[in-house]
């Protein structure tokens, strides 16, 4: 089964500045994809960034960027210029073509300071 | 990004009495949607996975009678807590899935907060 780990259960970085959360996922397919979700305080869940295993180039979108290390099993998100609004839940999850359903991380608390 | 609906986002009931929520995608066909369970300061616990037409998968541990599942459309599914106790008290997010392709991606729904009295 795989499995999913954040190892920051809390991090905190200061405003305009630049924080990076940790994930690593356990597997032995070749082919899946990787998620990064925000949980804000209204625990509406939102997607923040996608990677297709098969790429070899980063995925970006906007000031959100990852870190993807196949052969590492590496998977980590990089927030720059943070801002206040940032302040949220951050989920790492991972989805296989074998299974059927998104497997979580067990979350990492941001807080941004102003 | 695509967008799902939920319906109510708060309840409260009494013990006793069954509680029905509502998922929606609205602007795109979800052939697989899921229903997700949150506890404070904790990770979404998958629940059961619905596919349209079909019967729900549930997860170990699931009470498949307590919580009725029902994906009648490629837009709706619903979620019946029955008898409801104030041990099922949470919170409640329903996710679909778009379906094909290499944009596959899941999306969730606002959630439902429950509170059984």
């Known amino acids: 089964a795989q499995t999913v780990t954040q190892s920051q259960p809390e991090m905190s970085v200061q405003e305009a500045e630049t924080v990076t959360l940790s994930c690593t996922y356990d597997?032995?397919?070749?082919?899946?994809?990787l998620f990064w979700y925000k949980q804000p305080p209204s625990r509406q869940m939102i997607l923040v960034i996608r990677?297709?295993?098969?790429?070899?180039q980063n995925a970006t979108e906007n000031r959100f960027s990852v870190n993807f290390q196949k052969a590492a099993k590496s998977f980590s998100l990089k927030i720059s210029d943070s801002q206040l609004g940032d302040a949220a839940m951050y989920f790492c999850a991972y989805w296989g073509n074998a299974g059927n359903m998104l497997t979580f991380g067990g979350g990492t608390r941001l807080m941004v300071k102003p | 990004g695509a967008v799902v609906s939920q319906h109510p986002s708060w309840v409260i009931c009494k013990s006793g009495t069954s509680v029905k929520i509502e998922c929606r995608s609205l602007d795109f066909q979800a052939t697989t949607m899921f229903w997700y369970r949150q506890f404070p300061k904790q990770s979404l616990m998958l629940m059961a996975t619905?596919?349209?037409?079909?019967?729900?998968?549930?997860e170990q541990g699931v009470e498949k009678d307590k919580f009725l599942i029902n994906h009648a459309s490629l837009t709706l599914s619903t979620l019946t807590v029955t008898s409801a106790h104030p041990e099922d008290s949470s919170f409640y997010i329903c996710s679909a899935r778009t379906s094909g392709g290499t944009q596959e991606t899941q999306y969730f729904g606002p959630g439902t907060r429950l509170l059984v009295l």
């Open positions: 597997t032995s397919e070749s082919d899946y994809y």
């Open positions: 619905s596919n349209e037409g079909s019967k729900a998968t549930y």
């Open positions: 990677q297709e295993a098969y790429k070899q």
